[in-house]
């Protein structure tokens, strides 16, 4: 199995930016498509955004195409979601996740990590 940390999330003011990490550790990293979620209190975990095995391919969430960017880096074992232009809609508990491949709805992620927290200040 694969171990996700996420980290990056904070405060910050509309219109601003963000980059979220997720490092993985265990199997090996590029055995997996990865995928971005979010979580706002009271709403279902939606997706964000996914990516293939060595990053080929990507796949966004309407709401945030255009803004956000999902990218990997196999060498270092990790994942990372910049995100652009952020929005009140966007504030939620930002989850990265491990599929064996490209896939956009959560049930079919193996793995998840513990969440990190992204507030937006309007």
């Known amino acids: 199995q694969v171990q996700l940390v996420e980290s990056g999330g904070g405060l910050v003011q509309a219109g601003g930016s963000l980059r979220l990490s997720c490092a993985a550790s265990?199997?090996?990293?590029?055995?997996?498509?990865m995928g971005w979620f979010r979580q706002a209190p009271g709403k279902e975990r939606d997706f964000v955004a996914a990516?293939?095995?060595?990053?080929?391919?990507?796949v966004y969430g309407d709401s945030v195409k255009g803004r956000f960017t999902i990218s990997r880096d196999n060498a270092k074992n990790t994942l990372y979601l910049q995100m652009n232009s952020l929005q009140p809609e966007d504030p939620a508990v930002y989850y990265c996740?491990?599929?064996?491949?490209?896939?956009?709805?959560?049930?079919?992620?193996?793995?998840w990590g513990q969440g990190t927290q992204v507030t937006v200040a309007s």
């Open positions: 996740a491990a599929a064996q491949s490209l896939r956009l709805h959560r049930n079919d992620y193996d793995y």
């Open positions: 265990g199997r090996t990293f590029s055995s997996y498509a």
């Open positions: 990516i293939t095995y060595i990053g080929e391919s990507t």
